[in-house]
């Protein structure tokens, strides 16, 4: 039976199909990273840098509790991150005017560089996907992410691209 054949089908899923679903995820996740990771290896960097970067760039300004929040990292391997790309001057780190307690983010020239280009590479691959997949499957991608995602995260995914605008 193929998978994509007949939505009824998809309803009462097997064992099987869900595997290769899974699989499936494995494999465009290992492509989707694929470009980025060879461009962070030149620089001696790993995904974790990435996401900062990505949300830093996505949030100017943003505090470092906030970036914890977002990632699900801990304060320790968060720290080490943000020490490297602070150091390689590819992020900022200003105390808060409000609260002094508080260090917020910005990307620098440089850093907005290295971000767009890590994006740049991921866009391409989903904006050659989507076109094959189609404005129908895209929307069904969506709503399989949204819907493995649990509802604290769902929340927040949500008021991330609600406030900073449209998502997919």
Do not use: C, W
Not at 14 to 24: F, Y
Not at 125 to 153: I, N, S, T, W
Request: hydrophobic share 40%; glycine share 8%.
């Amino acid at each position: 039976m193929d998978d994509r054949a007949g939505g009824e089908s998809l309803l009462f899923l097997t064992d099987d199909q869900l595997r290769k679903g899974i699989e499936a995820m494995f494999f465009a996740y290992r492509g989707f990273t694929a470009d980025p990771d060879r461009i962070l290896a030149e620089k001696g960097y790993g995904r974790a840098h990435h996401r900062a970067l990505h949300f830093i760039n996505r949030s100017p300004g943003t505090t470092v509790n906030n970036l914890l929040n977002t990632l699900g990292v801990t304060k320790q391997s968060l720290n080490r991150v943000l020490r490297s790309l602070i150091e390689d001057g590819l992020v900022v780190s200003a105390i808060g005017t409000r609260d002094k307690r508080e260090r917020h983010l910005t990307l620098t020239e440089e850093g907005r560089a290295l971000e767009q280009a890590l994006s740049n590479a991921q866009r391409a691959r989903m904006r050659a996907a989507y076109k094959a997949a189609g404005p129908e499957a895209v929307l069904g991608f969506r709503a399989v992410l949204e819907a493995m995602m649990d509802a604290d995260m769902r929340r927040q995914y949500r008021k991330l691209t609600e406030t900073l605008g449209p998502g997919v």
